[in-house]
Protein backbone atom coordinates (compact mmCIF):
# COMPACT_ATOMS: atom_id res chain seq x y z
CA UNK A 1 0.00 0.00 0.00
CA UNK A 2 1.21 3.75 0.10
CA UNK A 3 4.85 3.68 1.23
CA UNK A 4 6.20 5.05 4.32
CA UNK A 5 8.85 7.03 2.10
CA UNK A 6 6.28 9.15 1.14
CA UNK A 7 7.42 12.90 2.33
CA UNK A 8 5.47 15.04 4.62
CA UNK A 9 5.39 17.60 1.77
CA UNK A 10 3.50 14.70 -0.46
CA UNK A 11 0.80 13.29 2.63
CA UNK A 12 0.14 16.83 2.74
CA UNK A 13 -0.61 17.35 -0.44
CA UNK A 14 -3.17 14.68 -0.67
CA UNK A 15 -4.26 14.97 2.51
CA UNK A 16 -7.87 15.86 1.51
CA UNK A 17 -8.26 12.97 -0.48
CA UNK A 18 -6.48 10.78 1.68
CA UNK A 19 -9.40 11.84 4.56
CA UNK A 20 -11.80 10.70 2.42
CA UNK A 21 -10.30 7.79 1.78
CA UNK A 22 -11.01 6.88 5.63
CA UNK A 23 -14.50 7.80 5.60
CA UNK A 24 -14.86 5.71 2.39
CA UNK A 25 -13.28 2.46 3.58
CA UNK A 26 -15.56 3.01 6.95
CA UNK A 27 -18.44 3.51 5.18
CA UNK A 28 -17.36 0.36 2.72
CA UNK A 29 -17.47 -2.11 6.32
CA UNK A 30 -20.28 -0.72 6.91
CA UNK A 31 -22.61 -0.98 4.21
CA UNK A 32 -20.91 -4.75 3.91
CA UNK A 33 -21.90 -5.48 7.14
CA UNK A 34 -25.34 -4.11 6.90
CA UNK A 35 -25.73 -5.84 2.96
CA UNK A 36 -24.25 -9.13 4.23
CA UNK A 37 -26.03 -9.36 7.73
CA UNK A 38 -29.97 -11.24 6.49
CA UNK A 39 -27.75 -13.28 3.74
CA UNK A 40 -25.10 -14.37 5.89
CA UNK A 41 -23.80 -13.22 9.56
CA UNK A 42 -27.88 -14.12 10.73
CA UNK A 43 -27.10 -17.34 9.65
CA UNK A 44 -25.17 -17.23 12.78
CA UNK A 45 -23.81 -20.35 14.05
CA UNK A 46 -24.88 -22.90 11.98
CA UNK A 47 -24.59 -20.98 8.68
CA UNK A 48 -26.62 -23.64 7.09
CA UNK A 49 -25.69 -23.20 2.96
CA UNK A 50 -22.24 -21.90 3.36
CA UNK A 51 -19.01 -24.09 3.61
CA UNK A 52 -15.87 -23.03 4.85
CA UNK A 53 -14.79 -21.15 1.73
CA UNK A 54 -17.36 -18.88 2.18
CA UNK A 55 -16.03 -18.15 6.16
CA UNK A 56 -12.48 -18.05 4.51
CA UNK A 57 -13.14 -15.43 2.36
CA UNK A 58 -15.35 -13.39 4.44
CA UNK A 59 -12.39 -13.26 7.00
CA UNK A 60 -10.26 -12.84 4.73
CA UNK A 61 -11.92 -10.19 3.10
CA UNK A 62 -12.77 -8.28 6.42
CA UNK A 63 -9.00 -8.11 7.12
CA UNK A 64 -8.46 -6.54 3.98
CA UNK A 65 -11.06 -3.80 4.54
CA UNK A 66 -9.45 -3.49 8.20
CA UNK A 67 -6.05 -2.77 6.47
CA UNK A 68 -7.45 -0.36 3.82
CA UNK A 69 -9.13 1.41 6.26
CA UNK A 70 -5.96 1.71 8.57
CA UNK A 71 -3.61 2.92 5.70
CA UNK A 72 -4.86 6.18 5.22
CA UNK A 73 -5.21 6.77 9.06
CA UNK A 74 -1.80 5.86 9.21
CA UNK A 75 -0.77 8.51 6.70
CA UNK A 76 -3.12 11.13 8.27
CA UNK A 77 -1.38 10.82 11.35
CA UNK A 78 2.15 10.43 10.48
CA UNK A 79 2.41 7.08 11.67
CA UNK A 80 4.89 5.73 8.41
CA UNK A 81 6.41 2.83 10.53
CA UNK A 82 3.01 1.05 10.96
CA UNK A 83 2.05 2.13 7.76
CA UNK A 84 5.23 0.04 5.85
CA UNK A 85 4.52 -2.93 8.40
CA UNK A 86 0.54 -3.26 7.46
CA UNK A 87 1.73 -2.38 3.52
CA UNK A 88 4.58 -5.27 3.52
CA UNK A 89 1.73 -7.40 5.13
CA UNK A 90 -0.59 -6.87 1.95
CA UNK A 91 2.02 -9.22 0.37
CA UNK A 92 0.64 -11.89 1.97
CA UNK A 93 -2.84 -10.94 2.92
CA UNK A 94 -3.80 -10.29 -1.27
CA UNK A 95 -2.51 -13.91 -2.14
CA UNK A 96 -4.73 -15.43 0.26
CA UNK A 97 -7.92 -12.85 -1.09
CA UNK A 98 -6.96 -13.81 -4.12
CA UNK A 99 -7.16 -17.72 -3.26
CA UNK A 100 -10.35 -16.96 -1.14
CA UNK A 101 -12.20 -16.00 -4.40
CA UNK A 102 -11.19 -19.24 -6.16
CA UNK A 103 -12.23 -21.19 -3.52
CA UNK A 104 -15.53 -19.09 -2.80
CA UNK A 105 -16.12 -19.90 -7.20
CA UNK A 106 -15.10 -23.63 -6.94
CA UNK A 107 -17.71 -23.72 -4.03
CA UNK A 108 -20.52 -22.08 -5.73
CA UNK A 109 -19.60 -23.69 -9.10
CA UNK A 110 -20.00 -27.50 -7.76
CA UNK A 111 -23.08 -26.49 -5.90
CA UNK A 112 -24.93 -24.94 -9.09
CA UNK A 113 -23.50 -27.90 -11.42
CA UNK A 114 -25.48 -30.39 -8.99
CA UNK A 115 -28.68 -28.25 -8.89
CA UNK A 116 -28.65 -26.38 -12.11
CA UNK A 117 -26.22 -28.16 -14.65
CA UNK A 118 -23.14 -27.46 -16.22
CA UNK A 119 -24.11 -24.48 -18.52
CA UNK A 120 -25.41 -22.46 -15.26
CA UNK A 121 -23.04 -23.84 -13.76
CA UNK A 122 -20.10 -22.15 -16.03
CA UNK A 123 -22.06 -19.24 -16.55
CA UNK A 124 -22.38 -18.37 -13.05
CA UNK A 125 -18.49 -18.55 -12.64
CA UNK A 126 -18.86 -15.11 -14.24
CA UNK A 127 -19.14 -13.72 -10.32
CA UNK A 128 -16.34 -15.06 -9.36
CA UNK A 129 -13.33 -16.26 -11.85
CA UNK A 130 -13.56 -12.67 -13.57
CA UNK A 131 -13.20 -10.86 -10.25
CA UNK A 132 -9.86 -12.75 -9.78
CA UNK A 133 -8.39 -11.00 -12.51
CA UNK A 134 -9.82 -7.56 -11.99
CA UNK A 135 -8.97 -6.86 -8.27
CA UNK A 136 -5.28 -8.00 -9.49
CA UNK A 137 -4.97 -5.89 -11.90
CA UNK A 138 -5.87 -3.14 -9.94
CA UNK A 139 -3.60 -4.02 -7.30
CA UNK A 140 -0.62 -4.83 -9.43
CA UNK A 141 -0.73 -1.20 -10.53
CA UNK A 142 -1.29 0.13 -6.74
CA UNK A 143 2.04 -1.55 -6.13
CA UNK A 144 4.08 -0.74 -9.64
CA UNK A 145 2.93 3.06 -8.38
CA UNK A 146 3.72 2.61 -4.94
CA UNK A 147 5.98 5.72 -5.24
CA UNK A 148 3.47 7.92 -7.14
CA UNK A 149 0.89 8.60 -4.40
CA UNK A 150 -1.53 10.23 -6.78
CA UNK A 151 -1.97 6.99 -8.74
CA UNK A 152 -1.07 4.33 -5.94
CA UNK A 153 -3.87 5.69 -3.39
CA UNK A 154 -6.40 5.81 -6.91
CA UNK A 155 -5.30 2.15 -7.29
CA UNK A 156 -6.51 1.36 -3.96
CA UNK A 157 -9.61 3.29 -3.77
CA UNK A 158 -11.09 1.16 -6.86
CA UNK A 159 -10.21 -1.72 -5.30
CA UNK A 160 -12.76 -0.38 -2.26
CA UNK A 161 -15.07 0.48 -5.11
CA UNK A 162 -14.86 -2.81 -6.82
CA UNK A 163 -15.26 -4.64 -2.93
CA UNK A 164 -18.14 -1.69 -2.44
CA UNK A 165 -20.35 -3.61 -4.87
CA UNK A 166 -21.17 -7.07 -3.51
CA UNK A 167 -22.30 -5.36 -0.18
CA UNK A 168 -24.15 -2.87 -2.27
CA UNK A 169 -26.05 -5.19 -3.96
CA UNK A 170 -26.81 -7.21 -0.87
CA UNK A 171 -27.75 -3.90 0.98
CA UNK A 172 -30.10 -2.73 -1.83
CA UNK A 173 -31.63 -6.42 -2.39
CA UNK A 174 -31.84 -7.75 1.25
CA UNK A 175 -32.76 -4.18 3.27
CA UNK A 176 -34.10 -1.68 0.40
CA UNK A 177 -35.68 -4.90 -0.91
CA UNK A 178 -34.89 -3.78 -4.75
CA UNK A 179 -33.69 -7.47 -6.20
CA UNK A 180 -34.57 -6.21 -9.59
CA UNK A 181 -32.96 -2.61 -9.99
CA UNK A 182 -30.19 -3.49 -7.03
CA UNK A 183 -27.02 -5.02 -9.85
CA UNK A 184 -28.38 -2.15 -12.17
CA UNK A 185 -27.73 0.55 -9.36
CA UNK A 186 -24.92 -0.90 -8.09
CA UNK A 187 -22.94 -0.70 -11.11
CA UNK A 188 -24.51 2.43 -11.94
CA UNK A 189 -23.22 4.26 -8.67
CA UNK A 190 -20.18 2.65 -8.47
CA UNK A 191 -19.26 3.60 -12.91
CA UNK A 192 -20.97 7.05 -12.47
CA UNK A 193 -18.63 8.17 -9.06
CA UNK A 194 -15.53 6.78 -10.94
CA UNK A 195 -16.28 9.34 -14.01
CA UNK A 196 -17.20 11.65 -11.84
CA UNK A 197 -13.59 11.57 -9.92
CA UNK A 198 -11.78 11.01 -13.38
CA UNK A 199 -13.28 14.42 -15.09
CA UNK A 200 -12.47 16.08 -11.95
CA UNK A 201 -8.88 14.77 -12.22
CA UNK A 202 -8.69 15.91 -15.65
CA UNK A 203 -10.16 19.39 -15.14
CA UNK A 204 -7.35 19.65 -12.47
CA UNK A 205 -4.94 18.45 -15.15
CA UNK A 206 -3.86 15.25 -12.67
CA UNK A 207 -3.50 11.97 -14.71
CA UNK A 208 -6.72 10.33 -16.06
CA UNK A 209 -5.14 7.03 -16.13
CA UNK A 210 -5.99 5.13 -12.45
CA UNK A 211 -9.70 5.83 -12.94
CA UNK A 212 -9.44 5.07 -16.75
CA UNK A 213 -8.52 1.70 -15.54
CA UNK A 214 -10.93 0.95 -13.50
CA UNK A 215 -13.57 2.24 -15.83
CA UNK A 216 -11.97 0.37 -18.27
CA UNK A 217 -12.97 -3.08 -15.97
CA UNK A 218 -16.32 -2.01 -15.27
CA UNK A 219 -16.43 -1.96 -19.30
CA UNK A 220 -15.22 -4.96 -19.17
CA UNK A 221 -17.99 -6.55 -16.91
CA UNK A 222 -20.81 -5.49 -18.95
CA UNK A 223 -19.23 -7.95 -22.09
CA UNK A 224 -18.26 -10.84 -20.03
CA UNK A 225 -21.90 -11.43 -17.67
CA UNK A 226 -24.06 -10.40 -20.25
CA UNK A 227 -22.08 -13.16 -22.65
CA UNK A 228 -21.87 -15.46 -19.84
CA UNK A 229 -23.71 -18.68 -21.86
CA UNK A 230 -22.07 -18.17 -25.04
CA UNK A 231 -19.70 -20.36 -26.69
CA UNK A 232 -16.75 -17.99 -25.36
CA UNK A 233 -17.01 -17.79 -22.05
CA UNK A 234 -18.40 -21.26 -21.91
CA UNK A 235 -15.49 -23.02 -23.07
CA UNK A 236 -12.97 -20.70 -21.14
CA UNK A 237 -14.60 -21.37 -18.08
CA UNK A 238 -15.16 -25.39 -18.71
CA UNK A 239 -11.26 -25.40 -18.59
CA UNK A 240 -11.03 -23.70 -15.87
CA UNK A 241 -13.29 -26.01 -13.78
CA UNK A 242 -11.57 -29.36 -15.59
CA UNK A 243 -7.93 -28.31 -15.22
CA UNK A 244 -8.09 -26.15 -11.54
CA UNK A 245 -11.43 -27.17 -9.83
Not at 53 to 58: D, E, K, R, Y
Request: charged share 10%.
Amino acid sequence: MITSELSQDKSKKNSGITNRLIYFFIFLLLISIAGFYKTYLVKFPNFDGFTWAHHFHGAVMLTWVLMLIAQPVFIRTKNFRLHSIVGKASYVVFPLLILSFFLVARASYFRNLKADGEVEALAGMTNGIADIFYISILYGFGIYYKKKTSFHLRFFACIGLMILGPGLGRFMIAVCDLPFIAVPIMIGVIALFTLGWMIVDIIQKRSAFPLAVFLGIIAITFIVAPNSHSAWWQAFAKWIAAHLF
